[in-house]
């Protein structure tokens, strides 16, 4: 059964208003500046700040993502959808989550599909060690930035990952988590594969998904036969708006 509760996490967004503002002034350290310098040149940056759990995050995004959506519905038609390019409420649901969880020595944590890593940042800065991927070297970029500028590069690991082709990670892992990731039912196998490859046999899998989201529920039946699943409806105040998102648990069988 899904249940409901509440959650509070206050979100800075860089829309509305804050676009007639000057670009928010962040330090930026210099181990990442000639990253900066080289997405600047193709994009307009700024960082959007998060706050989990009494924590402050910034993080780098486009500061005008409208050439990149216009046009594209994310629920209408999801697989032409750039989901990098902003972070989701269901990935604030998740970075919450991983805020919650307590720090154990030699977990090891798999965010897939991370696109800001909001999720994966925030667990890293709590002390988890995590390795973070999404299938294009520029989104990882942009997470190479926040993690420096977050203070956590020595727990947050980065590589490029491809869910048809999937690489060798460096072993199997004890947590993996993901949000908003079932944009095309044609990656929901190659997901499951990427499940199998990568979980260790006691591992656990955390999804996070806006409960609008259509693809969720065809997915789960694909997993019933492998995986115990739970779920919970988290209710998400921001900007006035309540938002709900169905964080599942996958556990192996």
């Known amino acids: 059964m899904m249940k409901s509760h509440a959650m509070k996490i206050r979100i800075s967004r860089g829309t509305g208003e804050a676009k007639k503002n000057a670009p928010r002034k962040v330090a930026i350290p210099d181990s990442v500046q000639d990253i900066v310098k080289r997405l600047s040149k193709k994009y307009e940056l700024d960082f959007e700040a998060v706050t989990v759990r009494g924590r402050e995050f910034y993080f780098l995004h486009l500061a005008d993502i409208e050439p ?6 994310i629920f209408a038609n999801a697989s032409e959808f750039p989901f990098w390019v902003k972070i989701w409420e269901a990935s604030m649901v998740m970075a919450n989550l991983m805020a919650a969880m307590p720090v154990k ?3 090891r ?3 897939l599909g991370s696109g800001l890593a909001a999720a994966g940042i925030v667990g890293a800065a709590f002390g988890h060690d995590v390795t973070i991927t999404d299938y294009e070297q520029e989104i990882m970029d942009f997470v190479h930035v926040s993690a420096a500028v977050n203070g956590c590069e020595a727990q947050a690991h980065t590589a490029t990952l491809d869910w048809l082709n999937p690489s060798d990670l460096g072993g199997k892992f004890d947590v993996i988590i993901g949000s908003e990731v079932l944009f095309h039912e044609r990656f929901f196998q190659p997901l499951l594969d990427c499940f199998e490859k990568y979980l260790k046999p006691d591992g656990v899998i955390y999804m996070a998904h806006d ?5 969720l529920a065809p997915f789960l039946r694909m997993c019933e036969d492998r995986y115990q699943i739970a779920a919970q409806q988290q209710v998400m105040k921001s900007k ?3 938002l709900k998102v169905v964080l599942t648990r996958l556990l192996p069988k």
């Open 68 to 73: 990149l959506v216009a046009g594209k519905d």
């Open 105 to 107: 020595q030699d977990r």
């Open 109 to 111: 944590i798999l965010e």
């Open 211 to 215: 409960r609008r989201r259509k693809s």
């Open 240 to 242: 006035g708006e309540t």
